[in-house]
């Protein structure tokens, strides 16, 4: 973790804290300049490893600190960059262990920059990015907003959860690269009236670590969903809809392939659409009429999305490329019997049954169960896990069914 000279330099302890949390070890490298925002007591209580700033320490024997570092580390952050740090990289300059370490890298290396938006719009800056990302370099943010020098603008450090996912991206597997994934999330409404709707307790959380692991694979994604409240996963093509025909006219279009993309590799379609729709939807608010009775809804069932696009398209398309579609079941009662109905009766390849009604699983949880039911019949138990890990596993299935059609 480089540390450049900059007021942002407070954000990366944050980011240092996240990463040890979620199992990386870090070593702090800091500019002489960074160590004017914090201390190096402060990095070596965070980071757990003293830190490094010397070029030449009495303490390294052999003088060689900045290429072990450059080789050991599987990712370089430098967090902040500063406007002179980044033109210091652009130049190929060595003269303290930050930049030298810097040049003697060759593995991958993610920039997060920080500066006032005028010296980040300057064309010396403006070059230097580019000669940077010409040579390989990632870079995430800056983000635009308030800056600590009054000013507004593009120029703030990306937050540490972005500098987060940016590094999780760059260090996964490409196992979908070149892959289109389509993946429905969230529940659908279904409007009475201007102010009322049926809808379900889903909360998107299953669809949006899908996209997430999709997308840190490599795939590009487009993310259909009902009204959630979780932040666009970065990257992701979104497509918010509210009602279950939204939802379907959107999946049928990534699925085919329009004027705005092509056609999609794999579909996984995790939202909990809404079963039934008002008949009509009343144009004005419905009023109470007296004080006892209540109005007779009258519902019509929706179209089954999932069903719909297994019989569309099958899964061999004119082209030859395999495309695969994989459903979510959420079931009570006796699971997996009405599971393996239900996937014969949808038609899909994969169908992940989970038990609601399990502690730790369904609706709004972090965590999942689930067993995967395949074309030939077989099942596979995926034990209580994080709706993360859940994800990770699914799209490396997916990944395998759609690069060896003989498996499904
Ligand atoms: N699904 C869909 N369109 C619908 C209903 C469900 O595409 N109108 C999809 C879901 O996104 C999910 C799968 O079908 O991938 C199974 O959803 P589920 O709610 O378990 O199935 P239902 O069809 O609602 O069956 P039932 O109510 O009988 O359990």
Redesign the pocket.
Known sequence: MGLGGGIAAYKTLELIRRLREAGASIIPVATEAALQFVTGVTLQALSGTPLRNALFAPLEADGMDHIRLAREADLVIVAPATADLLARMAQGQADDLLTALLLARRGPVLVAPAMNPAMWEHPATRRNVTTLQEDGIHFIGPEPGAMACGESGTGRMAEPATIQESARRILTPKILAGRRLLI?AGPTREELDPVRFISNHSSGKMGWELTLAALRAGAQVELIHGPVTLPPPMGALLHPVTS?CQ??DA?LNAWLGTANGPRCDAAI???????YRPEQRQHDKIKKTDATSAPHLTLTQ????????SAWSGVRPRDGRPRVI??????TGDALA?GHA?RIR?G?DL?AINDVTAPGCGFGTDTNGVTLIGRDGREEVWPLQSKERVAERLIAAVAELVSHPRSL
């Open positions: 429905t279950a939802m379907l999946t379609l995790t939202a909990a659409v809404a079963d929706n179209p089954d999305i999932l069903a719909m696009l994989v459903g979510f079941a959420a079931e009405r239900k949808k899909c169908l």
